[in-house]
């Protein structure tokens, strides 16, 4: 596994969704919930599929394993993610909604545990999982997480442990079609999934309040925080693996934060310094091994559930 790689795909993602939550938040109030998260997926699905038909090669699913590789991503990582996550995002302060969100790493272990053969995660990799938490919390401040609303928090932990699952499940099946035409695919079947939830939850196109700001936000999240991110996260899902890799969600908050001072003038707080040393532990530990590696340290290293 390329460490380069690896790093590349993290901040991409980390960027790419941590950047969403601008244009999810700007538009929540102008369209049903559900109904733009459907709107997120439809976008997306266009791009890829056509994207995917162009390129050719091995862009169609041959083999079952490619068949229950999309279903579980268009379920869970797409699917049920969307749909808690942007119901959530109305009743939850932002900081509270991307603190939530952040359980996400800590729950892939558990999953792995329970659904993958040879996993296993060691007491130090739990201390660096929930150190990363605890920086995350830092950052935001407690008083976002107790203050956002019990109903809001309560579907984003629905939506991040949707996620988790699903990205275990994921590497559990197997699929041999690329990850491309794997969230293509995926994209499309949720895209679905996720219109018929909002027609049951009685949401329509009525009652959106069109307007170039909004159709501004559906775009931007549809394409660079839908098309671009989700094939960035699988990629790096299937380098690093659903624990590992679902560390960028501890990353998607620093990437708000840092926006929030570049672009919307928010001053960075001594306890923004403070979390970004705590995350930074948190990462040294569950990465020991690789750290370990790059300076040039030699020994055994019990390595993380992947």
């Not at 380069?4 to 993290?10: I, N, Q, S």
């Not at 950047?19 to 459907?38: D, H, N, R, W």
């Not at 990353?251 to 306890?271: D, H, N, R």
Request: hydrophobic share 60%; net charge neutral; glycine share 10%.
């Amino acid at each position: 596994m390329s460490r380069h790689r690896t790093l590349v795909l993290f901040v991409a993602a980390a960027v790419l969704f941590g950047t969403s939550f601008v244009g999810i938040k700007a538009a929540i109030g102008s369209v049903p919930p559900v109904l733009f998260a459907a709107f997120r997926v439809d976008v997306a699905a266009v791009v890829l599929l056509t994207l995917v038909a162009v390129r050719g090669g091995y862009w169609l699913p041959r083999t079952r394993a490619d068949a229950l590789g999309i279903l579980a991503s268009a379920a869970f990582v797409l699917g049920a993610n969307n749909v808690f996550l942007f119901l959530g995002q109305q009743h939850a302060t932002t900081g509270a909604a991307a603190v939530m969100y952040s359980i996400m790493p800590v729950a892939s272990p558990v999953f792995a545990v329970l659904l993958l053969d040879d996993a296993r995660i060691s007491a130090v990799d739990a201390a660096g999982i929930l150190l990363g938490l605890v920086g995350v919390v830092v950052i935001v401040g407690p008083e976002s997480v107790l203050g956002g609303g019990s109903v809001g928090q309560a579907l984003i932990v629905c939506s991040a442990l949707s996620v988790a699952f699903g990205t275990v499940l994921l590497k559990r099946v197997g699929p041999s079609i690329g990850t491309l035409p794997q969230t293509a695919w995926a994209m499309a079947a949720a895209a679905v999934g996720i219109h018929a939830a909002s027609l049951g939850l009685g949401e329509s196109v009525a009652q959106v309040a069109w307007s170039p700001e909004l159709v501004a936000a559906i775009l931007y999240v549809g394409m660079p925080a839908t098309a671009a991110a989700y094939p960035v996260y699988f990629a790096l899902l299937s380098e690093a693996g659903p624990v590992r890799g679902n560390l960028v969600a501890y990353a998607m908050p620093v990437v708000a934060t840092v926006t929030g001072w570049a672009f919307l003038g928010e001053a960075v707080s001594p306890a923004t310094v403070l979390g970004f040393g705590v995350i930074l532990s948190g990462f040294l530990l569950v990465q020991r091994e690789s750290v370990a590696r790059f300076v040039g340290l030699r020994g055994s290293v019990p390595a993380e559930a992947e």
